[in-house]
T-cell receptor, first 112, second 114 residues
Framework: AQSVTQPDIHITVSEGASLELRCNYSYGATPYLFWYVQSPGQGLQLLLKYFSGDTLVQGIKGFEAEFKRSQSSFNLRKPSVHWSDAAEYFCAVGYNNNDMRFGAGTRLTVKP | NAGVTQTPKFRVLKTGQSMTLLCAQDMNHEYMYWYRQDPGMGLRLIHYSVGEGTTAKGEVPDGYNVSRLKKQNFLLGLESAAPSQTSVYFC?????????????FGPGTRLLVL
């Protein structure tokens, strides 16, 4: 069955520290892969997406993600976290917009 | 250009009451979606629409109905609300159905069913 797993429910990092959020998926062939961010009281905003090509994808707000086919992973990274990055982050996978599978989300807290 | 808007932002219902959530988009998108977001479960697709006058079931359609009478609007109805429908509801739209097309999300409607 198709599934998306975000193993970390909640992560706390200090401002200026690096960040890595994990995402693993179980799918047939390689689907589209996405990372979304949801700030409190807001809808989801697309950070980046991947389907083919370079396995390191650059997104908005200084985020990047790396696709590793052998590990069925699409982890999100940021070299230096800012307080404004505190939010909930969702990984999503799918072939079409009507069959997207979203992970349960990882809540990021940023310590001053 | 407001993007995707949702009304209301918050609503409290009693079990058995009905209500309609409104989603509007001004991007001329053909495709629109209704999701629910529950703690620990991410977003799940309720219904979607591939154009004016057409709707289809998503992953969790039971207890909901939808209508797309105008291209810019997508309505989600609860005929007889149940506590299990307490959730945050998000509407989204996209230009195309393929996964490569970005979905644009509204700010959400928080629904509490007592």
């Amino acid at each position: 069955a198709q599934s998306v797993t975000q193993p970390d429910i909640h992560i706390t990092v200090s401002e200026g520290a690096s960040l890595e959020l994990r995402c693993n998926y179980s799918y047939g062939a390689t689907p589209y892969l996405f990372w979304y961010v949801q700030s409190p009281g807001q809808g989801l905003q697309l950070l980046l997406k991947y389907f083919s090509g370079d396995t390191l994808v650059q997104g908005i707000k200084g985020f990047e993600a790396e696709f590793k086919r052998s590990q069925s992973s699409f982890n999100l990274r940021k070299p230096s976290v800012h307080w404004s990055d505190a939010a909930e982050y969702f990984c999503a996978v799918g072939y079409n917009n009507n069959d997207m599978r979203f992970g349960a989300g990882t809540r990021l807290t940023v310590k001053p | 250009n407001a993007g995707v808007t949702q009304t209301p932002k918050f609503r409290v219902l009693k079990t058995g009451q009905s209500m309609t959530l409104l989603c509007a988009q001004d991007m001329n998108h053909e495709y629109m979606y209704w999701y629910r977001q529950d703690p620990g479960m991410g977003l799940r697709l309720i219904h979607y629409s591939v154009g004016e006058g057409t709707t289809a079931k998503g992953e969790v359609p039971d207890g909901y109905n939808v209508s797309r009478l105008k291209k810019q609007n997508f309505l989600l109805g609860l005929e007889s609300a149940a506590p299990s429908q307490t959730s945050v509801y998000f509407c989204a739209s996209s230009r195309d159905l393929t996964g490569g097309e970005t979905q644009y999300f509204g700010p959400g409607t928080r629904l509490l069913v007592l």
